[in-house]
């Protein structure tokens, strides 16, 4: 429900009125249904509930960078931070920025901030005002559309992807793109997300450059998130658009330490952007956060190179952390192929993407809800029905397609960051053994029995996991 239906201001008490704007503001859903998970849990309706909703990692923050956090509050770094965070934290960054991205980033790109999410609002402070534009893929992380929309009344632009006719995979097609910018004035910004959420999909070097080339010539800037730029699998090497001549100008480069070192709960995240730009952002965040804590900022810095902080010395963990997140990536691909080979057991009911990155995947489920016995005896026809009813009826939580715009109806978006034993492979089981029961009831024949589930599942754990 809508923050301005829910507190409707003659209800008030006193009878204040609220901001008449927040009925633009959407939410990220992930963290109201987590809620409802919780409540299912300790309801204790199932014995347990299969997590495929959960946006976290699944592993946890490697013990050197906890070791680092434990020293620094031993050494009382306690008080308040710098509020950029301190330069020689933003050197280290900006250091490892430069020598991934291939393109000089100095300490004044660089700006710290309490997770990766407050760049979006950041962005759009900086840059939009009134009659301004911006533009989001769509589907994609709910939170930049919620704030696009909250900020320009309801303007936000949709770059909604085209769907491939035989697999149900989703693409963000240029073309697209371009009649958006044609047909539209005042654009300032666009939000690209690669590894994406929630498709698992990533954009490749040649269309990012199309992107690029878009940029400069209509002159907007790019909010490029790719805070899941070390957990890609196989052939798909993670491209930056700051690699691109000249990207660094019109980029906004959202990043931070939750996804790629399992530290979604400390709130570290950082931003690369022009030095201008970094500027504007630092006197909003002396007026939203004051600083990042002395620890986060202590220990982000550490993890791509030394930091010595009013006498002390603390060294680098990033060759300590390396194989502890190599061992973690690898075992994200094994889950992402794992689980879109055990969906694809059930094609073309369901329809399942490959795993490029981050630990997403975005089946199509239209066939599915098409099905009699769902559609008309349960009176399930859309895809945030279906997610809703898994979870209170079977204890499957997932989350819908279109809680992450339109161009996601009819798809479900299961992570696999969860425990391969306790949640993917009995929770995939489970999904399958209930899915064949509504083709069945439906009259139709499925592709695989439901005796057949363990034994073929077996069978791919055998594949995936050797
Ligand atoms: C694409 C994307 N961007 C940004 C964020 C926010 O990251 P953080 O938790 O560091 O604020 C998330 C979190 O789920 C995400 O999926």
């Given at each position: 429900m809508k923050l301005s239906d829910k507190f409707l201001d003659n209800q008030l008490s006193p009878k204040v009125s609220i901001n008449p704007d927040l009925k633009y503001l959407g939410t990220e859903t992930s963290f109201g249904f987590g809620a409802e998970v919780v409540a299912l849990e300790i309801a204790k309706k199932f014995p347990q509930i299969y997590k495929f909703h959960i946006g976290d990692t699944g592993p946890n923050t490697p013990e050197p960078i906890i070791e680092v956090a434990f020293q620094a509050l031993k050494d009382k770094q306690t008080k308040y931070g710098h509020f950029m965070g301190y330069p020689q934290v933003r050197a280290n960054i900006a250091n490892y920025w430069s020598k991934t991205r291939g393109v000089d980033i100095k300490t004044e790109n660089v700006i710290l901030e309490p997770g990766g999410k407050p760049a979006i609002e950041l962005s759009i402070q900086a840059l939009v005002g009134d009659g301004d534009k911006i533009i989001v893929q769509n589907p994609s992380y709910p939170v930049y559309g919620s704030l696009a929309n909250f900020y320009t009344k309801g303007q936000c632009l949709n770059w909604t992807a085209r769907q491939n006719s035989a697999d149900m995979t989703l693409d963000f097609n240029i073309e697209d793109l371009v009649d958006i910018l044609e047909k539209n004035?005042?654009?300032?910004l666009l939000f690209l997300n690669t590894p994406q959420n929630p498709t698992g999909m990533m954009m490749k070097k040649e269309k990012l450059e199309m992107v690029a080339e878009l940029a400069m010539r209509y002159k907007f800037m790019v909010v490029f998130d790719d805070i899941y730029d070390q957990i890609t699998f196989g052939d798909n090497k993670h491209f930056s658009l700051l690699s691109i001549p000249g990207m660094l100008d019109y980029t906004i480069n959202l990043n931070g330490c939750s996804k790629n070192y399992a530290m979604t709960g400390w709130r570290i995240g950082f931003i690369i952007a022009p030095e201008w730009l970094i500027e504007i952002f630092g006197q909003l965040a002396v007026n939203k956060?004051?600083?990042?804590?002395r620890v986060n900022q202590i220990v982000a810095g550490t993890i791509f190179g030394d930091v010595d902080l009013d006498g002390y010395h603390y060294d680098s963990v990033a060759e300590k952390i390396k194989p502890i997140l190599q061992a973690d990536f690898i075992e994200y691909e094994k889950k992402g192929k794992f689980l879109s080979a055990s969906l694809k057991l059930l094609s073309p009911f369901i329809l399942s993407n490959e795993p490029e990155g981050a630990f997403y995947l975005f089946p199509n489920f239209a066939n599915i809800l098409k099905l009699k016995y769902l559609?008309?005896?349960?009176?399930?026809?859309t895809d945030k029905k279906l997610s809703h009813w898994l979870l209170h009826e079977h204890g499957i939580a997932t989350l819908a397609g279109s809680d992450f715009g339109d161009g996601g109806n009819g798809y479900i978006r299961f992570s696999y960051a969860e425990d391969r034993n306790k949640h993917i492979i009995p929770g995939i089981k489970h999904l399958l053994k209930i899915m064949i029961e509504i083709i069945e009831k439906s009259g139709e024949k499925p592709p695989i029995l439901q005796t057949e589930v363990e034994e073929k599942i077996r069978q791919l754990e055998e594949k995936y996991y050797e």
């Open positions: 004035k005042n654009i300032k956060w004051s600083c990042v804590s559609n008309e005896t349960l009176n399930i026809k």
